[in-house]
Structure formats: C-alpha cells, structure tokens
C-alpha cells in the first residue's frame, strides 16, 4: 500500500462558499430575521406614535414597510437565500437612510446605517458586502450635499459632520475587514478540517484493505493449511470487510458522520463490491426507513449483519430478505429473513465464535439478537439504539 496521502478534491472559491458558507449564513438569517421580528414588534407600535405626534408620516411608513418585508424575507430565505438576505440587508439600509434624511443625527441614524454594513458582512457574498459599502457612502456623500445646499431639514456644523463621517468611515472599514478576515478564515479552517477527516478515513479505509489483503493471502490452500483453519481465516476476512464497509458508508457531505442504515445493507450486500454471499441470492427491501446511527454503532451492526446473512448456510434457505424498521426515535431493528430452508436448526448461529460476538456486540450497541419461526421461514433479527 502506497503511503501517499489522498487525493483531495479542493473546491474553489465559489464551491466553497456554496458548501461551507450557505448552510451557516440561512441559520444565522433566520435568527437575524425571528430577533427583529420579536425586537421589532416592541419598537413599532412607540415609534409610530412619536411619529404621528411629531407629524412624521415618513417615519411611519418607513416602519411599518420594514416590519412588514420581513415575513417574505422569511419565507424566501430556504429556496432563494440571497435574495432574502439581500431584502434584510434593504431594509435596514432603508432604515438608515430614511432616518437619516427627515430626522438627521437624532434616532440613531448613523447607527442604523452601519447596519446593513455589518449584516452584509456575514450574510452576502464579497461583491454584495462591496455594493452595500459603496451605497452607504453614497447616502453620506448625498446627505453631505444636501448640507451644503441647506435643503436638508436640520442643522449641524459642517466640521462636526466630517467628524461623524470620518468615525463612520473608520468603523465601517473595521467591520468590513474584521468580518471578512474572520469568514476567511473560517473557510480555511473547515476545508483543512474536511482535509484531515479525509486522510484520516483514507489511512483506515487502506488498513483495513492492507488487513484483508493479508489475511486472503494467508488462507490460500497451503500443505501445512488446515479446512478450519482456512474456514476462520475467511470469517475474519468478511468481518474486516463489514467494518470496512461500515466506514465507507459515512455521510460526509453534512459533516455529520453518520451512517444510513439502508446505505449500510447495500454498501454490504448490495454492491458489486460488497461481501460475496453466493450460495443464495439477497432481496433488500425498497421501503427502508431513514435510520441513521454513529460510526460506533454502525461498526458492530456491520459485523453482526454479516454473521446473520453467513448463518444462512446452515439452514440453507431458497433466497433472504433484509428489511430495517425504526421505534421511534431511539430503537430500530434490522431483520434477515431466511425464505424456506431446506433446514431448521435451532439456533441459526451455531458456530460458539459467532455467538459470543453476535452477544457481545449487541450488548455494545444496546441491543439484543432474536431468531423466531415465521412459518416456513426464520426471521433473525437486530434491535439496537439509535
């Protein structure tokens, strides 16, 4: 075996953002989205009554058309993420800029519209955060000729406004770069961590291929090769190739490592791949449940599988079937159905080795193993935590 590390797909700038990004910033615009529409509600209903009694309809509308963007912000946010965060983003520079031109420095204004800039940020992608930049210093660079023409509706020294200007400039360039560098980074971070989990699943997965390699070529026929030598040589073989098995069928693209039941079974049995049970053919059931469960788990479900499906040449059935079935959201069972077995011993398992793993790995995934007549047939069957 080569000692190369794997071969790992880099994504681009654009895969990565897609991949890494996307997921973390609709989580972060729903709650964006749920804190204004609570916070908001309480802001509301004062500030159009100041307004009116201030006689400030503009106000009003400004309020109340913000409040009221954010319900289709909300349900587009799943199927059409940009274009929400981009209405997010809107309204709030709305806000600002609306704030900012009736009533001046007063209701915070300036705050409001470094708002968009930071929000922006963490939501839209470099060119958008680039276009909310330069729109907000168009609304300062407009309210500044507004200022000196003297159209606008209140009053401030012009030096003490390129002060304020000054200080929002500085802290919008902050937050820009602070963001920015921080969701860099955060990419880097997640791509060498799917690196590392890549290698590392490349060492076992080739160790475990290095294992079998071995272990077939020590139970080749040989002179001085016992048949039940050769025999227990070949059931550790399948067993490294059920665990093995198990690891490749880790979901990796959520980063969650789980491991699909029906994706488990067919990795194992139905995959030209997969372990070679020839003395009958093996019918996986289509209506498998959505069953997944940890890499611990799915290791040991993995070898008793195995030793299940293997029992069947002792009874020597026409064909099996696999199903899985879920309890509820901590147990679910995998049975292997044995279909009219020109013999019925009793038990299924009867090789002591088999047995005392079959038991021991139950125990370790918090199940138990059953084998029940049904009819003509015999069921053997797995319950284990999920």
């Known amino acids: 075996m080569s000692d190369t590390p794997a071969a790992v797909h880099a994504p681009g700038a654009e895969d990565s953002y897609t991949q890494i990004l996307i997921p973390w910033q ?163 971070g997640i791509l060498y961590e799917q690196d590392l989990n890549h290698e590392l699943d490349h060492r076992v997965r080739n160790n475990l291929q290095l294992v079998h390699s071995l272990i077939q070529l020590q139970s080749r026929p040989r002179g001085t090769t016992s048949a039940s030598a050769s025999e227990a040589l070949t059931q550790l073989n399948t067993r490294i190739m059920a665990m093995g098995a198990a690891f490749s069928a880790v979901k990796r693209s959520d980063r969650s490592f789980r491991v699909g039941i029906a994706h488990l079974i067919r990795q194992l049995f139905g995959e030209p791949a997969g372990i070679p049970f020839e003395y009958c053919p093996i019918h996986i059931s289509a209506n498998v449940p959505k069953i997944s469960v940890t890499v611990d788990t799915a290791v040991p479900v993995a070898i008793i599988l195995t030793e299940m499906v293997a029992a069947g040449r002792v009874c020597e059935p026409e064909w099996i079937s696999m199903t899985a079935i879920s309890h509820g959201r901590r147990d679910s069972s995998v049975s292997v159905r044995f279909h009219r077995p020109r013999r019925s011993p009793k038990p299924c398992i009867t090789d002591p080795l088999s047995q005392d793993i079959v038991t021991a790995l139950a125990g370790h995934v918090g199940g138990f193993y059953t084998e029940t007549p049904r009819g003509e047939d015999i069921e053997l069957s797995l319950t284990f935590r999920t």
């Not at 006689?55 to 109340?64: A, G, S, Y």
């Open 26 to 188: 609709r989580r972060l615009l729903t709650r964006l989205i749920q804190i204004f529409a609570v916070i908001g509600l309480f802001a509301l209903i004062p500030g159009i009554y100041a307004s009116l009694q201030a006689d400030m309809p503009v106000i009003v509308v400004l309020d109340v058309g913000a409040y009221a963007a954010l319900l289709p912000a909300y349900l587009l946010r799943k199927r059409w993420y940009e274009l929400s965060a981009v209405m997010v983003v809107l309204l709030q520079l709305m806000v600002g800029a609306g704030l900012l031109l009736s009533v001046g420095m007063e209701a915070a204004s300036m705050l409001w519209m470094l708002a968009p800039i930071l929000v922006g940020n963490l939501l839209l992608r470099t060119r958008g955060t680039v276009a909310v930049f330069a729109i907000c210093l168009g609304v300062i660079l407009l309210v500044t000729v507004l200022l000196l023409a003297g159209t606008l509706p209140w009053t401030i020294q012009i030096s003490v406004w390129y002060a304020i200007v000054g200080t929002y400039i500085a802290l919008a360039t902050i937050l820009t770069f602070a963001t920015r560098f921080l969701l860099h980074h955060l990419i880097q």
